[in-house]
């Protein structure tokens, strides 16, 4: 089936078979009360991870649910509706096939994206010069799994920083994913790009500084994924182009070299993302 020896490395790691899956449930429902303090924090790696045993069939999302329902807790009921979202996304393509292949919401269908080989290739490598977006990246790469939360993030980056187009993103992630689902990956991508169904509105950019400052304010997890930035301060770390030189030299980083300089200005980015999905929508009648 074409499986090399870094795909079977990296299933080893969630433990192979339905006795290792079930394992896995119990552990998730034993720590499901406090699913809802962890589940944005990337640097605890404290959530379940149980979507590839979803997607494989080796535990069963009805009996998860009941369980969840069971505790009471409303840590086990964020859970719950977390599961309800795969369920969400799998009616979603079932009911309209065409969104494998096209924009949900037609008025996007057409959108003007960007292309760029060369940015494309540093989003994937973890080289767009913006630390939460690198980590993630890298860390799909490593384990073929990446946090929610940075998921997120990187997709927004992806098609509103860069102006890049979704299917791109939904492409990497379906070849690296251990989880990954045509249903969901898809659903997702369109959320984030604000082109699918009950998607995220296009005005509302994932900021990765903040994000990196409000989920990662000690730098665990990006330091995880980025030892070149290890010795940069904690106050530095989600920016380090802001980073006075003096302190750059100190840690051992010269922007470009060590580490590559950001791909774009976020604000700047983020203003022209904006502008071009509104003038999409009011190409097409759309009032926001």
Same mark, same amino acid.
């Given at each position: 089936?074409?499986?090399?020896?870094?795909?079977?490395?990296?299933?080893?790691?969630?433990?192979?078979?339905?006795?290792?899956?079930?394992?896995? *449930? %119990?552990?998730? =429902?034993?720590?499901?009360?406090?699913?809802? #303090? +962890? /589940?944005?924090?990337? &640097?605890?790696?404290? @959530?379940?991870?149980?979507?590839?045993?979803?997607?494989?069939?080796?535990?069963?999302?009805?009996?998860?649910?009941?369980?969840?329902?069971?505790?009471?807790?409303?840590?086990?009921?964020?859970?719950?509706?977390?599961?309800?979202?795969?369920?969400?996304?799998?009616?979603?393509?079932?009911?309209?096939?065409?969104?494998?292949?096209?924009?949900?919401?037609?008025?996007?269908?057409?959108?003007?994206?960007?292309?760029?080989?060369?940015?494309?290739?540093?989003?994937?490598?973890?080289?767009?010069?913006?630390?939460?977006?690198?980590?993630? *990246? %890298?860390?799909? =790469?490593?384990?073929?799994?990446?946090?929610? #939360? +940075? /998921?997120?993030?990187? &997709?927004?980056?992806? @098609?509103?920083?860069?102006?890049?187009?979704?299917?791109?993103?939904?492409?990497?992630?379906?070849?690296?994913?251990?989880?990954?689902?045509?249903?969901?990956?898809?659903?997702?991508?369109?959320?984030?790009?604000?082109?699918?169904?009950?998607?995220?509105?296009?005005?509302?950019?994932?900021?990765?500084?903040?994000?990196?400052?409000?989920?990662?304010?000690?730098?665990?997890?990006?330091?995880?994924?980025?030892?070149?930035?290890?010795?940069?301060?904690?106050?530095?770390?989600?920016?380090?182009?802001?980073?006075?030189?003096?302190?750059?030299?100190?840690?051992?980083?010269?922007?470009?070299?060590?580490?590559?300089?950001?791909?774009?200005?976020?604000?700047?980015?983020?203003?022209?993302?904006?502008?071009?999905?509104?003038?999409?929508?009011?190409?097409?009648?759309?009032?926001?």
């Amino acid at each position: 089936m074409g499986v090399d020896a870094r795909a079977k490395r990296l299933a080893a790691g969630f433990g192979p078979g339905e006795r290792a899956a079930r394992r896995a *449930m %119990r552990r998730a =429902l034993t720590g499901a009360d406090d699913y809802g #303090r +962890v /589940r944005n924090l990337p &640097a605890e790696d404290a @959530t379940t991870k149980l979507s590839p045993q979803l997607h494989f069939g080796t535990i069963s999302a009805r009996e998860l649910e009941a369980l969840l329902l069971e505790r009471e807790t409303e840590g086990a009921l964020e859970l719950r509706r977390q599961i309800a979202w795969r369920d969400f996304w799998l009616n979603v393509i079932g009911r309209f096939p065409a969104n494998r292949d096209l924009e949900h919401d037609e008025r996007m269908r057409g959108m003007r994206w960007r292309r760029s080989a060369r940015d494309l290739d540093a989003w994937k490598r973890g080289r767009t010069g913006v630390p939460w977006i690198d980590a993630g *990246m %890298r860390q799909l =790469l490593a384990q073929g799994w990446m946090h929610n #939360r +940075v /998921r997120m993030a990187v &997709a927004s980056y992806l @098609t509103k920083n860069l102006l890049l187009d979704w299917r791109h993103g939904e492409a990497h992630f379906m070849r690296h994913l251990l989880d990954g689902d045509e249903a969901q990956n898809n659903g997702n991508w369109q959320w984030a790009g604000s082109v699918g169904a009950d998607a995220q509105p296009y005005f509302r950019i994932f900021n990765p500084v903040r994000q990196q400052q409000r989920f990662d304010p000690d730098g665990i997890y990006v330091r995880r994924w980025l030892p070149e930035l290890a010795e940069l301060p904690d106050r530095h770390l989600a920016a380090p182009w802001e980073a006075p030189g003096p302190v750059l030299a100190e840690a051992g980083i010269e922007l470009g070299s060590e580490y590559p300089e950001p791909l774009v200005d976020l604000g700047e980015s983020r203003a022209e993302a904006i502008s071009r999905f509104r003038d999409q929508r009011d190409r097409n009648g759309s009032a926001d």
